[in-house]
């Protein structure tokens, strides 16, 4: 049986917004599929000609990718709950790219962060450990 694919995964398709497993089962389905090669060819006319569906503006502005700034509350647990449970659902059940690509790169810029704060700490504390001793001697 042939995998069933809608207009809004192909839509998403021709956006490069699917995650790559699914945009893989399309581009193995459109070789053998003169069909579903034609569906890709009747949407990306209609979108040539100016004419969009509520989803493919929704896909194509990112409306529903939270900020940065929310992104980084979320990382840090501060989000009300809500909030958080959407994001979640952004990453698990969407799979949205964007969703998922903002929380990897918040996630490593944390990281190198905490990296270069260890690594600052380390090096002031062994600077500043002879001068801590010789404080020390000059007060008695």
Known sequence: MK??????????????????????????A??????LL???????????AGIHTLGEI?????IGVPTPEVMGN????????GD???I??????LKCCFTLAMFNDLKTQQSENSELSQTRRERIYKTSAGLL???NSDEE
Do not use: C, H, V
């Open 88 to 93: 979640q659902f952004r990453m698990d059940e």
């Open 58 to 62: 929704w896909r194509r502005n990112q």
């Open 133 to 135: 001793k010789r404080g």
């Open 74 to 81: 979320f990382i840090l647990g501060i989000l009300p709950e």
């Open 38 to 48: 034609n569906r890709l060819a009747m949407i990306n006319g209609r979108r040539d």
């Open 84 to 86: 958080s449970q959407y």
């Open 3 to 28: 995998p069933q694919f809608t207009d809004a995964d192909l839509e998403a398709y021709l956006d490069e917004s699917l995650n790559s497993d699914r945009a893989t089962e399309i581009e193995d």
């Open 30 to 35: 459109l070789a053998n599929d003169k069909d």
